[in-house]
C-alpha cells in the first residue's frame, strides 16, 4: 500500500536529477490542463421672458409663448407639432412599446451570447482534443520515464507517432464524460475526474490501448483511492500558497515539477503494486 510520503521522496528525487526538462514540461502540462453610443438629450422649455432696447433706449420685456394664439401661430408655423399633453393612456402605451423593444432586444443579446459561447466551447474542444490532450500524454510519458531514468522531451510528442487516432479518441471521451457529469451535479464530476485520472498514463505506456479498457482499467486503479489520491492532492496546498506568494515563481520552478512527478509515482505503485518497483521498461519513442 502506498504512502503520501514514499511517492513524495522518490517523485523529489527523480524530478531533480532532470531538473530544467522537468520544470519545462510541467510548465507546459499546466498551461494546457491546470484558461457604444452616446445619446446627447435636451430640453425645451418654453415661456419666461428676454428683453430688447426700443427706438428710445427703453428696456421692453417681451413675453414669450405666453398665450394660446401665439402656441397656435407656432404651431402652424410648423415649430410645435403637438399643443395637447399626452394622456395616460399614450404614455401607457409609449411604455409597453419601449418595455417590448428592450425585451425583444435582450433576447437577441442574450441568444447572440449563447452561440457565441458555444461556438468558442466547440472550438476550443477541438483544439484540445486534437492538440492539447496527446501532448497530456506525452507529458505524463515523460514523467513515467523520468521516475527512474532520465527522460526526453521529445516524449512529450510520443503520442503524434504512436496511437494518435486512438489517443484522440479515447482522451476526448474522457472530457465528454467528465464534463457531461460535472454539468449535472459538481461532486459527481470531481468524482468522474479522479476515476478516469489514470487513462493519460495508460495511454502512454500503451497508445493501442482501446477506450472501453482504458475507462475499465482507470477505474480499477483508483477504485478504493480516490479520496486518497484527492488527500495527496491537498497536501499541496501549502506549496500553493507559497507560489502565490512569489507571484507563481516557486510554482513555475518547484511545485509543478513536484506535483506532476508525483502523481506519475503514483500511477507507478497502482499499476505494478507493493514497494513501489521500478517502472517497466516503456518502448522508446
Same mark, same amino acid.
Given at each position: 500500500?502506498?504512502?503520501?510520503?514514499?511517492?513524495?521522496?522518490?517523485?523529489?528525487?527523480?524530478?531533480?536529477?532532470?531538473?530544467?526538462?522537468?520544470?519545462?514540461?510541467?510548465?507546459?502540462?499546466?498551461?494546457?490542463?491546470?484558461?457604444?453610443?452616446?445619446?446627447?438629450?435636451?430640453?425645451?422649455?418654453?415661456?419666461?421672458?428676454?428683453?430688447?432696447?426700443?427706438?428710445?433706449?427703453?428696456?421692453?420685456?417681451?413675453?414669450?409663448?405666453?398665450?394660446?394664439?401665439?402656441?397656435?401661430?407656432?404651431?402652424?408655423?410648423?415649430?410645435?407639432?403637438?399643443?395637447?399633453?399626452?394622456?395616460?393612456?399614450?404614455?401607457?402605451?409609449?411604455?409597453?412599446?419601449? %418595455?417590448?423593444?428592450?425585451?425583444?432586444?435582450?433576447?437577441?443579446?442574450?441568444?447572440?451570447?449563447?452561440?457565441?459561447?458555444?461556438?468558442?466551447?466547440?472550438?476550443?474542444?477541438?483544439?484540445?482534443?486534437?492538440?492539447?490532450?496527446?501532448?497530456?500524454?506525452?507529458?505524463?510519458? !515523460? !514523467?513515467?520515464?523520468?521516475?527512474?531514468?532520465?527522460? %526526453?522531451?521529445?516524449?512529450?510528442?510520443?503520442?503524434?507517432?504512436?496511437?494518435?487516432?486512438?489517443?484522440?479518441?479515447? $482522451? !476526448?471521451?474522457?472530457?465528454?464524460?467528465?464534463?457531461?457529469?460535472?454539468?449535472?451535479?459538481?461532486?459527481?464530476?470531481?468524482?468522474?475526474?479522479?476515476?478516469?485520472?489514470?487513462?493519460?498514463?495508460?495511454?502512454?505506456?500503451?497508445?493501442?490501448?482501446?477506450?472501453?479498457?482504458?475507462?475499465?482499467?482507470?477505474?480499477?486503479? $483508483?477504485?478504493?483511492?480516490?479520496?486518497?489520491?484527492?488527500?495527496?492532492?491537498?497536501?499541496?496546498?501549502?506549496?500553493?500558497?507559497?507560489?502565490?506568494?512569489?507571484?507563481?515563481?516557486?510554482?513555475?520552478?518547484?511545485?509543478?515539477?513536484?506535483?506532476?512527478?508525483?502523481?506519475?509515482?503514483?500511477?507507478?505503485?497502482?499499476?505494478?503494486?507493493?514497494?513501489?518497483?521500478?517502472?517497466? %521498461?516503456?518502448?522508446?519513442?
Amino acid at each position: 500500500m502506498w504512502t503520501r510520503s514514499e511517492l513524495k521522496a522518490k517523485a523529489k528525487a527523480a524530478f531533480k536529477t532532470n531538473y530544467w526538462k522537468s520544470v519545462l514540461v510541467a510548465a507546459l502540462l499546466s498551461v494546457l490542463v491546470g484558461t457604444s453610443g452616446a445619446a446627447i438629450g435636451g430640453r425645451a422649455t418654453f415661456g419666461g421672458a428676454s428683453g430688447s432696447l426700443d427706438s428710445d433706449g427703453t428696456m421692453v420685456e417681451e413675453q414669450v409663448l405666453t398665450t394660446d394664439d401665439d402656441l397656435a401661430e407656432f404651431a402652424d408655423d410648423g415649430i410645435v407639432s403637438d399643443l395637447d399633453e399626452p394622456g395616460p393612456e399614450s404614455l401607457m402605451q409609449d411604455v409597453a412599446a419601449l %418595455q417590448d423593444e428592450l425585451g425583444n432586444g435582450i433576447l437577441v443579446v442574450g441568444a447572440a451570447v449563447v452561440v457565441l459561447f458555444l461556438v468558442v466551447f466547440a472550438v476550443i474542444l477541438v483544439i484540445e482534443a486534437l492538440l492539447v490532450n496527446p501532448l497530456e500524454v506525452g507529458g505524463r510519458r !515523460f !514523467f513515467l520515464f523520468n521516475l527512474n531514468r532520465s527522460a %526526453q522531451i521529445a516524449e512529450l510528442a510520443h503520442a503524434y507517432d504512436h496511437g494518435y487516432r486512438n489517443t484522440v479518441k479515447t $482522451m !476526448f471521451l474522457r472530457d465528454i464524460k467528465v464534463i457531461g457529469w460535472a454539468l449535472l451535479l459538481v461532486v459527481p464530476g470531481i468524482v468522474k475526474s479522479y476515476e478516469y485520472r489514470m487513462i493519460p498514463y495508460l495511454l502512454a505506456e500503451d497508445p493501442q490501448m482501446t477506450p472501453a479498457e482504458a475507462f475499465s482499467r482507470s477505474r480499477e486503479l $483508483m477504485d478504493g483511492n480516490k479520496w486518497r489520491a484527492f488527500v495527496l492532492d491537498l497536501s499541496f496546498i501549502g506549496w500553493d500558497l507559497l507560489g502565490l506568494l512569489t507571484l507563481g515563481i516557486v510554482t513555475f520552478l518547484y511545485v509543478d515539477p513536484y506535483r506532476a512527478q508525483t502523481h506519475a509515482a503514483l500511477y507507478e505503485a497502482l499499476r505494478y503494486g507493493n514497494g513501489m518497483p521500478d517502472f517497466a %521498461q516503456l518502448p522508446e519513442a
